[in-house]
């Protein structure tokens, strides 16, 4: 079993970055495929990025595609997702979540962090 413990969430201005770090402890991350979700307050958590075992294969969701990056370093056992051009509607929790295959779907992932708070100011 993998315990995930996100950090790097803050308070940034809009068209500011943020990178977050998902560290893994446990099991070695690169026994997982990775995602990103956020939920937003009074809303359903989504999906925001995923990245497959090896790191060969990454998906994103509509809203953050061309502003914000996920990848992963084995060595350092860390998911990261780079964060540009942020976007007051882009202030949520966001989570990180491992699974045996990358997908988009939340129920999938059985393994979760507890989340860090983004917020971006307009």
């Known amino acids: 079993q993998v315990q995930l413990v996100e950090s790097g969430g803050g308070l940034v201005q809009a068209g500011g970055s943020l990178r977050l770090s998902c560290e893994a402890s446990?099991?070695?991350?690169?026994?997982?495929?990775m995602g990103w979700f956020r939920q937003a307050p009074e809303k359903e958590r989504e999906f925001v990025a995923a990245?497959?075992?090896?790191?060969?294969?990454?998906y994103y969701a509509d809203s953050v595609k061309g502003r914000f990056t996920i990848s992963r370093d084995s060595a350092k056992n860390t998911l990261y997702l780079q964060m540009n051009s942020l976007k007051p509607e882009d202030t949520a929790v966001y989570y990180c979540?491992?699974?045996?295959?990358?997908?988009?779907?939340?129920?999938?992932?059985?393994?979760w962090g507890q989340g860090t708070q983004v917020t971006v100011s307009s």
């Open positions: 979540a491992a699974a045996p295959t990358a997908t988009v779907y939340m129920h999938r992932y059985p393994y």
């Open positions: 446990g099991r070695t991350l690169s026994s997982y495929a």
């Open positions: 990245i497959s075992r090896i790191g060969g294969s990454t």
